[in-house]
């Protein structure tokens, strides 16, 4: 299975910061990487396809990068609906698989 | 507009079987491949089984193969996750994903997810 790890786990931030988040994958997986957010009981909601491919309604201060087995999600002003969880998924193969997640908190 | 209803969720005992339920609407199961994806309490998400758009094609995590079944009715634009055998460890809340297209690049709708909690 392909495992994907987060830096960092936990990271504590202001409005209007600038924001990166990490995914590395423990092998190549060109650019078939998502990422989604989550807020605390609510389902997952997709940000980023294909590792820079902004879905549809998600505002632009949200950006995703690399390929291969280094992936960076970067929010380029926080906003206060941007304090939530972050995951990683890699969909190059079966079984797919998350990373353990980032919690972006206010600081 | 898109939406993804899970039920079927409940209080269940070790080795007894229980069927997830997943209405669509608002777009046609038929062009879609669809997931299931769990969450554990306090823990991150794990990816559970993929059935593809026209149903010929599905695959599992290894933690529920041999013991949970995903389906599907296009006809009816339903999706099913058929478990048997629960082990305490499947407790979590259960998603329904859509797929962004027919190819799996991620999940651009998600259910509000149901609970399943397994417990003597």
């Known amino acids: 299975d392909i495992q994907l790890t987060q830096s960092p786990s936990f990271l504590s931030a202001s409005v209007g910061d600038r924001v990166t988040i990490t995914c590395r994958a423990s092998?190549?997986?060109?650019?078939?990487l998502a990422w989604y957010q989550q807020n605390p009981g609510k389902a997952p909601k997709l940000l980023i396809y294909?590792?820079?491919t902004l879905q549809s309604g998600v505002p632009s201060r949200f950006s995703g990068s690399g390929s291969g087995t280094e992936f960076t999600l970067t929010i380029s002003s926080l906003q206060p609906e941007d304090f939530a969880t972050y995951y990683c998924?890699?969909?190059?193969?079966?079984?797919?698989?998350f990373g353990p997640g980032t919690k972006v908190d206010i600081k | 507009q898109v939406q993804l209803v899970e039920s079927g969720g409940g209080v269940v005992q070790p080795g007894r079987s229980l069927r997830l339920s997943c209405a669509a609407s608002?777009?046609?199961?038929?062009?879609?491949?669809m997931h299931w994806v769990r969450q554990a309490p306090g823990k991150s998400l794990e990816w559970v089984a993929i059935?593809?758009?026209?149903?010929?094609?599905?695959d599992y995590a290894e933690s529920v193969k041999g013991r949970f079944t995903i389906s599907r009715d296009n006809s009816d634009n339903m999706l099913y996750l058929q478990m048997s055998s629960l082990r305490v460890e499947d407790t979590a809340v259960y998603y329904c994903?859509?797929?962004?297209?027919?190819?799996?690049?991620?999940?651009?709708?998600w259910g509000q997810g149901t609970l399943v909690t397994v417990s003597s």
């Open positions: 994903a859509k797929d962004v297209g027919i190819a799996s690049t991620g999940c651009d709708s």
């Open positions: 608002g777009f046609s199961l038929s062009f879609y491949g």
């Open positions: 059935s593809s758009y026209d149903g010929t094609y599905k």
């Open positions: 092998q190549g997986i060109s650019s078939y």
């Open positions: 294909s590792a820079s």
């Open positions: 998924q890699q969909v190059q193969t079966y079984p797919l698989t």
